[in-house]
């Protein structure tokens, strides 16, 4: 039997049996008339975790951020985020389209947030210039290799956001990830922000969503908000039961993601013609550097049953996931070491 090992994303899961079973057997209503059990069980499960007073269930993580910056700031207003970060570069242009907010990026060292810059970055609103509303956080940072930003940073941009009367939105689409590997609770990052978004649909193996945490004023904003951008669902039950299994079990089985991403990363650094940094891999990504062009490591790993993503002219990413076991490492190494053989030729 021909086998694929699929790297590209840890977005690809697909449900377990038990996972599948949950979302069958979920109660359901109709949630934007707030009827639905199994929703408001996973808002409160969700909340709890982050340490916030309310959460609002969300289809995606975007839309999340997207909510969470329209309620922070008004149409005018300046938002600071990191020069690589998701809601600058991946999220279709959405703060400018559905908020209006300038954006203004601020210096990172492979992910981690200079808190100089962002001082240095801080204005209040003049005649000439827009005010500073939000920062933007980003933990795990996916384009520096999933680095986890310290809760020390944390700590000390939400201080100095607070002392200048700026609000900070914490992407935590892999939060997760970044409490399995710093051994910081998820909730200790979430302190230090006033909203908190978190995916489902990532490393945690859910098929779709992602909650949005905060303050119960903030959450009833955000709501209004979910339903103008066309967020409101139904008997959406069946996708929340998702989330409340993984949060119970699929959480602590992110080491074992960060493991695997490890042997990937210990593979390639002993390759011809790549290059990682094996400082970076802090949890289940992996980014690595080719001599050759991307597209022929992307060409010559799937044709071993690899699937990886080319970020760039020479720079690919591997992601690994609930549906990567040991062995499909393995056949992913072993496809490595025959595509540089291969190249090298």
């Given at each position: 039997?021909?086998?694929?090992t699929?790297?590209?994303?840890?977005?690809?899961?697909?449900?377990?049996?038990?996972?599948?079973?949950?979302?069958?057997?979920?109660?359901?209503?109709?949630?934007?008339?707030?009827?639905?059990?199994?929703?408001?069980?996973?808002?409160?499960?969700?909340?709890?975790?982050?340490?916030?007073?309310?959460?609002?269930?969300?289809?995606?993580?975007?839309?999340?951020?997207?909510?969470?910056?329209?309620?922070?700031?008004?149409?005018?207003?300046?938002?600071?985020?990191?020069?690589?970060?998701?809601?600058?570069?991946?999220?279709?242009?959405?703060?400018?389209?559905?908020?209006?907010?300038v954006?203004?990026?601020?210096?990172?060292?492979?992910?981690?947030?200079?808190?100089?810059?962002?001082?240095?970055?801080i204005?209040?609103?003049?005649?000439?210039?827009?005010g500073?509303?939000?920062i933007?956080?980003?933990?795990?940072?996916?384009?520096?290799?999933?680095?986890v930003?310290?809760?020390?940073?944390?700590?000390?941009?939400?201080?100095?956001?607070?002392?200048?009367?700026?609000?900070?939105?914490?992407?935590?689409?892999?939060?997760?990830?970044?409490?399995?590997?710093?051994?910081?609770?998820?909730?200790?990052?979430?302190?230090?922000?006033?909203?908190?978004?978190?995916?489902?649909?990532?490393?945690?193996?859910?098929?779709?969503?992602?909650?949005?945490?905060?303050?119960?004023?903030?959450?009833?904003?955000?709501?209004?908000?979910?339903?103008?951008?066309?967020?409101?669902?139904?008997?959406?039950?069946?996708?929340?039961?998702?989330?409340?299994?993984?949060?119970?079990?699929?959480?602590?089985?992110l080491?074992?993601?960060?493991?695997?991403?490890?042997?990937?990363?210990?593979?390639?650094a002993?390759?011809?013609?790549?290059?990682?940094?094996?400082?970076?891999?802090?949890?289940?990504?992996?980014?690595?550097?080719?001599?050759?062009?991307?597209?022929?490591?992307?060409?010559g790993?799937?044709?071993?049953?690899?699937?990886?993503?080319?970020?760039?002219?020479?720079?690919?990413?591997?992601?690994?996931?609930?549906?990567?076991?040991?062995?499909?490492?393995?056949?992913?190494?072993?496809?490595?070491?025959?595509?540089?053989?291969?190249?090298?030729?």
């Amino acid at each position: 039997m021909y086998r694929v090992t699929d790297l590209r994303s840890d977005t690809v899961t697909r449900p377990t049996p038990a996972m599948r079973r949950a979302m069958a057997e979920a109660a359901v209503g109709d949630d934007v008339l707030g009827d639905d059990p199994t929703v408001r069980e996973l808002e409160t499960v969700a909340a709890n975790h982050m340490g916030k007073e309310a959460a609002l269930f969300m289809p995606s993580g975007t839309m999340s951020n997207s909510v969470a910056i329209r309620v922070h700031t008004k149409p005018g207003d300046e938002v600071l985020l990191d020069w690589n970060a998701h809601s600058l570069r991946y999220e279709a242009g959405a703060p400018a389209v559905v908020s209006g907010v300038v954006l203004r990026q601020f210096r990172s060292i492979k992910g981690v947030p200079d808190v100089a810059s962002i001082e240095e970055s801080i204005q209040q609103e003049n005649l000439h210039c827009p005010g500073t509303a939000l920062i933007v956080l980003e933990n795990t940072h996916n384009v520096s290799g999933g680095a986890v930003i310290p809760i020390e940073v944390h700590r000390r941009v939400y201080e100095l956001a607070k002392s200048r009367g700026v609000a900070v939105h914490l992407d935590g689409a892999r939060l997760f990830n970044a409490s399995v590997a710093s051994q910081v609770p998820v909730r200790e990052f979430a302190a230090s922000a006033d909203s908190v978004t978190f995916c489902l649909s990532k490393g945690l193996g859910c098929p779709v969503g992602a909650l949005l945490c905060g303050k119960r004023e903030f959450i009833e904003k955000a709501r209004r908000v979910r339903k103008m951008l066309g967020g409101g669902m139904r008997q959406v039950g069946i996708l929340a039961a998702a989330g409340l299994y993984a949060l119970e079990h699929n959480v602590e089985r992110l080491q074992d993601d960060h493991r695997r991403a490890r042997t990937l990363a210990e593979t390639l650094a002993d390759l011809p013609g790549v290059h990682v940094d094996l400082k970076t891999v802090h949890t289940n990504m992996v980014y690595f550097q080719t001599e050759r062009p991307a597209r022929e490591w992307v060409d010559g790993l799937q044709r071993r049953g690899v699937l990886c993503l080319a970020l760039g002219e020479r720079r690919i990413r591997l992601v690994t996931h609930l549906d990567v076991d040991d062995d499909g490492v393995a056949h992913a190494c072993e496809a490595l070491k025959a595509t540089a053989a291969e190249l090298k030729a």
